[in-house]
């Protein structure tokens, strides 16, 4: 449908929403009752729709699938299964067919049919299991059908409804979101980083993350596998539940959390792994079956590792967590109170978007009063920077509701995002959050994507991303503590934070990633896929795929003389601490999109020199032959530049709480950066965690016991870890303090942290109730 019509109708769809006078009030920010079609409740026929079910075009009548037709999850599930959909009714699980599914794309694309994974869990008949039809005239048809999943293609979507291109559209979306309905579309180029333009620096055209959307990296027909296993996690709720969430409006609400808290990788709730401007709706490329192409996703093969994850461990994890859902998630809500500095793009419920001119400050005031749990269950409220700029500030104004954002110009700072979440939690969940957003301009504004066309942006002012050089795969032993420092030069000169996949061995101190070998390890390769992020705009992320390797034949080790320079530039380049082999390889080649092949070798000595004479990204490969078919092939990366990097910085101490820095001699403890521990019942204790970082290039040292206590309620805090004794250049580590309370009351202590004479000292805090 023309993107222009669905503007236009959709904005008169609220206004003309028919309401139930006999309906039960529910919480809701838009609506007092249900106003949309609940097929559950009520499941007769409606005939001669504006919606046409394929191949009719027009005046279908629209109704549910046929019994037969109809999945639900089966309560016994085969060994090797992660379940099972069949046609048996159930009385535990809500099944599929009262899931809605409009397209606004007539049939450019679809709702999948089929999900398959790696491991061999499969779904089939999934588009005749659920209401599915071409949704012709969303004025009557959202309330009136009751529509779960829209599906639209490219134009005038993704980056055009964030940036409030169509402020017609704009508003009425959150207004589907709270009425039970996902909109699902592409972000075509709104992200792109598919190929050799987009080797450094990604384009990325959103002015806000909204978190009501699914976005999916890739053109038309990319988001609707998300659909397809959305459909089948919500098919594992129970009926109340499903029920539920649906007749409040808060079905899409839920579905979203689903997803983003089943992501399958080492991040809490709040991390910006979680919370992206888009998804691959596809986890795997290489085994999802079909092949990648038949998704339709390809925009992000530059940064493959960082879009992709475990599409059976996904599934996995969002269907346990609908099946153990028996309380809604709770939902945040904002209301922007007053403004100083830069101009208020737009200002919903869900998210609001600022815009900051160069040299202001802009100053918010946002009420959180508006947020709300379904059972009334009692709420805390947190929020966390997500990326941007760490000396932005939240303070909550005495007991009230309303809270004081600020968040200054930095200089130093990319074009780009500073995105703050609020994150409510009833006591069992947190809730898909609100965000604030406030965007750093430094050049002309994104263009608007309202034609096919229409993305063409300069990205000189655009981050960079941080590249990691050096790493490669380590050969590991039984019982073994591994240590790796990653080593990533970031053109901004930012430090880089590490995350990796849930299920993947080891963890990070800041950026050395640890692993204690277990002494019974059984011999194989392990994967670790380290994820850099300079935590600046929520962009051009960085992420590479190692093995650490026990007991291998054959082991192929690369020792480089240097990882970096101005070209044109040699590189000597060894076999030294490769075990097994009887022939060498060497290759090099620029970094490529997607997982390459090795390319073709251009030497076989132990030693051999390698003359870079352009400025880029390249890839350095050794392969080693073993005897009979046994080989290993390792690579690492090299960074060759245009001009001689510049002068070295001094060592400089910094520290964050929460994802954010804290000033030295800060005397106001706040939740916002993990200083106030919040309340703490007596006999039990909180531990908060903080970072230490160089953001000088220069050896910052620390020494033992480089974290110390002080103040009369000392005696109940305790450091539980201190950092690493020394920081190499942009290098972070971690230490910890548990607050263990002795008695009620409100206590107070001094970190002081310390480098030589350099010192930073602040104020925690925490309460304990009896």
């Not at 964030?162 to 979101?177: A, C, H, L, M, S």
């Not at 980083?193 to 055209?205: P, S």
């Not at 504004?445 to 002012?461: A, I």
């Amino acid at each position: 449908m023309n993107p222009s019509r669905i503007a236009v109708i959709l904005l008169a769809a609220c206004a003309l929403a028919f309401a139930d006078p006999q309906g039960e009030e529910i919480h809701n920010p838009y609506f007092k009752k249900t106003e949309w079609r609940v097929w559950r409740l009520d499941d007769k026929p409606i005939e001669k729709a504006k919606a046409g079910v394929p191949p009719a075009e027009d005046g279908s009548t629209i109704q549910p699938p046929d019994m037969a037709k109809r999945l639900w999850p089966a309560e016994a599930v085969p060994p090797g299964k992660l379940f099972l959909l069949g046609p048996k009714a159930s009385d535990k699980y809500a099944g599929t067919w009262d899931d809605v599914y409009g397209s606004w794309s007539h049939v450019h694309g679809w709702v999948r049919d089929i999900w398959k994974s790696p491991a061999g869990s499969e779904a089939k008949g999934i588009k005749d299991a659920i209401i599915a039809f071409v949704d012709n005239d969303p004025v009557e048809n959202h309330l009136k059908l009751g529509i779960n999943f829209y599906h639209q293609s490219t134009t005038g979507m993704a980056h055009s409804i964030t940036n409030y291109v169509y402020p017609q559209k704009t508003d009425p979306y959150e207004k589907i979101y709270f009425s039970s309905g996902l909109i699902t579309a592409p972000c075509h180029l709104s992200l792109v980083e598919e190929g050799a333009a987009q080797t450094e620096v990604a384009t990325d055209l959103y002015l806000a993350y909204m978190p009501t959307l699914f976005n999916s990296v890739g053109s038309s027909d990319s988001e609707t596998m998300a659909i397809t296993k959305l459909v089948i996690a919500g098919a594992h709720l129970s009926p109340a539940m499903k029920l539920k969430l649906k007749r409040t409006g808060l079905y899409a609400s839920a579905m979203l959390w689903l997803w983003k808290s089943a992501l399958p990788v080492d991040a809490p709730y709040d991390s910006e792994m979680r919370h992206r401007v888009a998804y691959a709706a596809v986890g795997d490329r290489f085994v999802f079956p079909g092949g990648y192409d038949a998704a339709g996703i390809a925009r992000g093969d530059m940064c493959l590792d960082f879009h992709q994850y475990d599409d059976n461990e996904h599934m996995k994890r969002m269907i346990e967590l609908a099946k153990g859902m028996t309380v809604a998630p709770p939902e945040a809500v904002v209301s922007l109170v007053e403004q100083k500095g830069g101009k208020t793009v737009y200002a919903l419920k869900k998210t609001v978007c600022v815009l900051q001119e160069p040299g202001q400050a802009v100053e918010l005031r946002v009420s959180t009063d508006g947020c709300y749990d379904l059972d009334d269950k009692p709420l805390t409220l947190r929020w966390k920077l997500l990326y941007g700029n760490k000396r932005a500030t939240v303070e909550r104004e005495g007991d009230t509701a309303i809270w004081k954002i600020r968040v200054p110009w930095d200089e130093a700072l990319p074009e780009g995002r500073t995105t703050i979440l609020l994150v409510a939690n009833n006591g069992v969940y947190d809730g898909n959050p609100a965000a604030i957003n406030v965007y750093r301009k430094r050049g002309d504004l994104p263009p608007s994507g309202g034609g096919y066309d229409d993305y063409k942006y300069d990205t000189k002012f655009t981050n960079r991303r941080p590249i990691v050089v050096g790493l490669q795969d380590e050969l590991v032993k039984p019982g073994q503590a591994v240590a790796i420092p990653i080593r990533a030069i970031d053109p901004e000169g930012f430090p880089v934070r590490y995350f990796k996949r849930a299920g993947e061995p080891g963890s990070f101190d800041g950026n050395v990633f640890t692993w204690k070998v277990p002494k019974n390890v059984v011999p194989g390769d392990y994967v670790v896929t380290v994820i850099g992020s300079d935590g600046t705009s929520g962009n051009n992320y960085e992420a590479r795929q190692i093995r650490l390797r026990v007991a291998p034949k054959v082991f192929a080790n690369i020792e480089a003389d240097r990882l970096e320079g101005k070209a044109p530039l040699t590189v000597k380049f060894s076999s030294q601490g490769s075990l097994g082999g009887t022939k060498l390889e060497w290759a090099f080649a620029p970094r490529a999109p997607g997982r390459p092949a090795m390319p073709k070798a251009e030497a076989t000595t132990p030693v051999f020199a390698k003359k870079f004479e352009a400025p880029g990204i390249y890839e350095a490969w050794l392969k080693v032959s073993g005897q009979g078919k046994d080989e290993a092939v390792t690579h690492l990366t090299i960074r060759v530049t245009a001009s001689d990097a510049p002068a070295a910085r001094p060592a400089a101490l910094s520290v964050e709480g929460n994802g954010v820095e804290i000033a030295d001699a800060d005397e106001t403890p706040s939740t916002y950066d993990h200083t106030d521990f919040g309340p703490v019942k007596l006999k039990a204790a909180v531990e908060r965690e903080f970072l230490v970082l160089n953001l000088g290039d220069a050896k910052l040292t620390l020494g033992k016991g480089s974290v110390t206590l002080s103040g009369a309620d000392a005696a109940e805090f305790t450091i539980v870890a201190q950092p690493r004794d020394s920081l190499d250049g942009t290098a972070s580590s971690r230490f910890a303090i548990r607050f263990a309370p002795k008695a009620a009351g409100e206590r107070k202590a001094t970190v002081e942290v310390k480098a030589g004479l350099k010192v930073v000292k602040f104020a925690v805090r925490a309460v304990c109730s009896e």
